[in-house]
């Protein structure tokens, strides 16, 4: 038996099993006995006690179709992460295992695409950090 409750110290609503004597509360870390909590909700289905739950908590899922989602361009996404990210030595890794994700083996111009300041100043460190070898001459793999 599941039971929508409300916690005894901070109020916050969430679903307890029954079946147990005790439980914290997620939010605050309150241990409950449960024979002293009332019962907003009660169900043998936990899927019906979260859907109440969600209903309690003003929460309404879109009962429409599925937005669907674009096919993102690999390289854009590559660009966005590389530029967002802040410690050189985890960009140059992120450079060096995108480029092999997206393209398989890269080579300088590859580089260039994703960050055209210095991409052969960027190859050379990832290949003296060991993040790239060449496995044919003028292309890279991670």
Known sequence: MYAVVSCLKCRRQRIIDRSSESSACPYCGTSNAHKDMRAIFQSESQN??????SELSGFVPSRGP???TLDSDPLSTLVYRYE???????RLELLA??????FGTFDEAD????DPKGP??????MLDL????????????A
């Open 97 to 102: 295992k995108g480029l092999t994700g997206i």
């Open 130 to 141: 060991c993040m790239a070898y060449e496995v044919k001459y003028g292309r890279y793999r």
């Open 66 to 68: 599925k937005q669907q």
């Open 48 to 53: 019906e006690a979260r859907e109440a739950l």
């Open 111 to 114: 580089i260039a695409q994703v």
């Open 120 to 125: 052969e100043k960027l190859l050379k460190a």
């Open 84 to 90: 967002r990210c802040r410690d050189p030595h985890e």
